[in-house]
């Protein structure tokens, strides 16, 4: 079957550290980008970042950069998503989800997110 | 960074209602736009891509429409399981900025 499986949730305390994991199956891992999404509670969707697992390329959004690590290790078909220091704003469910790839007719190459884990919450409280 | 936004933010509708929701960017992307479907507690699930091509699986009362800087998602007959908040996405560039969501909401 092919799949996202997302690691479970986690509770933290702020000034801790995590790291968040998405295995793949199914598919060939290293051929496909993977997304981070967060969605804070009650509120719509944020594009966090994609890395490709086949070389470890990553791009951040703005918002992001600086703030988390994606990374992923090809070997266990598995992206990961860190912090070094939780914030209580941190607080929200956190998607993974592949990237597809396509050509159609009378565009270039055209992107879109196909597949996705069930989310990670993290809740980040003292 | 692309912007883009909904409208409406949220809408009430009735089961066999025909639908219309409006996805504006702050810039032209062509025809690079998806739209999702989110229900509580689930993940989004994509129905359109590339602006109008339809996802496998996905029901044909679903349609959509647009290019450049406006785009629409139609449902042409409501149906229960329907009831959700859509987002539209830009794949004009690889940060693929969402919209901020429409929640359709049972009338």
């Known amino acids: 079957e092919v799949q996202l499986v997302q690691s479970g949730a986690e509770v933290k305390k702020p000034g801790e550290s995590l790291k968040i994991s998405c295995k793949g199956s199914?598919?060939?891992?290293?051929?496909?980008?993977i997304g981070w999404v967060r969605q804070m509670p009650g509120k719509g969707l944020e594009w966090m970042g994609i890395?490709?697992?086949?070389?470890?390329?990553?791009r951040y959004s703005p918002s992001f950069q600086g703030q988390v690590t994606i990374s992923a290790d090809k070997s266990i078909s598995t992206a990961y998503l860190q912090w070094s220091s939780l914030k209580a704003s941190d607080t929200a469910m956190y998607y993974c989800?592949?990237?597809?790839?396509?050509?159609?007719?009378?565009?270039?190459?055209?992107?879109?997110?196909?597949?996705w884990g069930r989310g990670t919450l993290v809740t980040v409280s003292s | 960074d692309i912007q883009m936004t909904q409208s409406p933010s949220s809408l009430s509708a009735s089961v066999g209602d025909r639908v219309t929701i409006t996805c504006r960017a702050s810039?032209?992307?062509?025809?690079?736009l998806n739209w999702y479907q989110q229900k509580p507690g689930k993940a989004p699930k994509l129905l359109i891509y590339?602006?109008?091509s339809l996802q496998s699986g996905v029901p044909s009362r679903f349609s959509g429409s647009g290019s450049g800087t406006d785009f629409t998602l139609t449902i042409s007959s409501l149906q229960p399981e329907d009831f959700a908040t859509y987002y539209c996405?830009?794949?004009?560039?690889?940060?693929?900025?969402f919209g901020q969501g429409t929640k359709l909401e049972i009338k």
């Open positions: 989800a592949r990237r597809m790839n396509r050509a159609v007719a009378g565009t270039d190459l055209v992107w879109y997110f196909d597949l």
């Open positions: 199914g598919y060939s891992f290293t051929s496909y980008w």
């Open positions: 890395i490709y697992p086949g070389d470890s390329d990553t």
């Open positions: 810039q032209s992307i062509s025809s690079y």
């Open positions: 590339a602006a109008s």
């Open positions: 996405q830009q794949s004009y560039n690889s940060r693929g900025t």
